[in-house]
């Protein structure tokens, strides 16, 4: 099996840019690295992310909401990670079942045992050897995506939505360090990547490939 490496985070964190750093990282030295998106990817994944994150005159129940996420969830696994892992491969990924637990479950109220549940179910019990948390204050987060927020359902949220959901994020965080490495999003772009970079080291394969 491979490596799986997930990136978390609020809106505005730089887990996209940082997610694109360690690929371009880890393909420079030699290691067959894919990275993925949620929700997206795959051809169901991009349906269904037009559905749930664009700005679309129609209401979503937060049940429905999560259901969407998982079923975008399972295709992704079932189609390009778990296949790509059993290659040997390491698969990035920007966001994976705890953002719905964060987003869904802290942030929208659905009952969290339930989105863990699902998520096993829709993931086959494939968890992330180690899940990356760019951290910053919501409103510092917000303020960086600006303008860009205004057609994403979740960025026009009010602000009482984004602290709840970073305030899951830090919960599981906390909860579970040895998989989870916390960075100060507040830092430079090359800080943080070195921060996460001497972590992954630590994971990464002795005789490489």
């Known amino acids: 099996m491979g490596l799986f490496i997930t990136f978390e985070g609020i809106e505005g964190c730089g887990k996209s840019t940082q997610s694109k750093a360690l690929k371009r990282r880890l393909s420079r030295r030699g290691f067959p690295v894919l990275l993925v998106k949620e929700p997206g990817t795959t051809a169901v994944g991009r349906v269904i992310r037009r559905l749930l994150k664009h700005k679309l005159e129609v209401e979503i129940d937060p049940i429905t909401e999560f259901l969407l996420f998982e079923v975008a969830r399972a295709q992704l696994v079932a189609e390009i990670v778990r296949p790509a892992l059993k290659k040997g491969r390491i698969v990035i990924s920007d966001r994976y079942g705890e953002s719905t637990l964060a987003y869904q479950g802290y942030g929208r109220g ?95 394969p002795e005789s490489g490939y």
Do not use: C
Not at 166 to 180: I, Q, S, T, V
């Open 110 to 204: 659905v009952d969290v045992a339930t989105i863990r549940n699902i998520n096993e179910v829709a993931t086959g019990g494939l968890k992330p050897d180690l899940i990356i948390l760019p951290d910053l204050e919501v409103e510092e987060g917000l303020l960086r995506k600006g303008a860009a927020s205004a057609n994403d359902r979740f960025e026009r949220e009010k602000l009482s939505f984004h602290l709840r959901v970073r305030e899951g994020y830090l919960k599981m965080a906390h909860a579970d360090p040895e998989r989870w490495l916390i960075v100060d999003a507040t830092l430079s772009r090359r800080e943080i990547s070195e921060t996460i970079w001497k972590r992954i080291q630590r994971i990464l």
